[in-house]
């Protein structure tokens, strides 16, 4: 079980909250009940796309509406296993709002939100 107030800590360290912006959604929105219903996890972050793709942070993994429009789910070890392999082969100057599994994008919505997410993971491996 996640720590509630380390965690919300954690997000204003990380500053995930303020850089997410306006593409936030709440706990208790629409969008939100359908991710907890759909993958049965307690969603802890959740932002979405003025194309309405989403991806949220659950207690038990990464949740997604990728690019070509699958509901996927992502252990953090897989996701965080994407994030570095996209890291390395783009580098630096190649990163965008989108990282790529195999056959599908997931949307991060940019380069400093997906770092706080990263950081926001490895967070939440280590208090486990």
């Known amino acids: 079980m996640i720590n509630k107030e380390g965690l919300k800590r954690r997000l204003d360290k990380n500053q995930l909250l303020s850089l997410a912006g306006a593409?936030?959604?709440?706990?208790?929105g629409e969008l939100a009940k359908n991710v907890t219903e759909r993958h049965g996890d307690n969603i802890l972050f959740l932002m979405e796309s003025d194309d309405g793709l989403y991806?949220?942070?659950?207690?038990?993994?990464?949740?997604?509406?990728t690019s070509n429009g699958e509901h996927k789910r992502y252990s953090f070890e897989d996701f965080l296993s994407m994030l570095r392999l996209n890291?390395?082969?783009?580098?630096k100057s190649g990163v965008s709002d989108f990282i790529s599994d195999d056959k599908d994008k997931v949307w991060v919505k940019d380069p400093e939100t997906m770092n706080s997410i990263w950081n926001t993971i490895l967070f939440m491996q280590a208090a486990s």
Request: aromatic share 10%; proline share 0%; charged share 25%.
């Open 23 to 28: 593409s936030i959604r709440q706990a208790d």
């Open 87 to 91: 890291s390395l082969s783009r580098g």
């Open 55 to 65: 991806f949220s942070l659950g207690e038990r993994g990464i949740y997604a509406l």
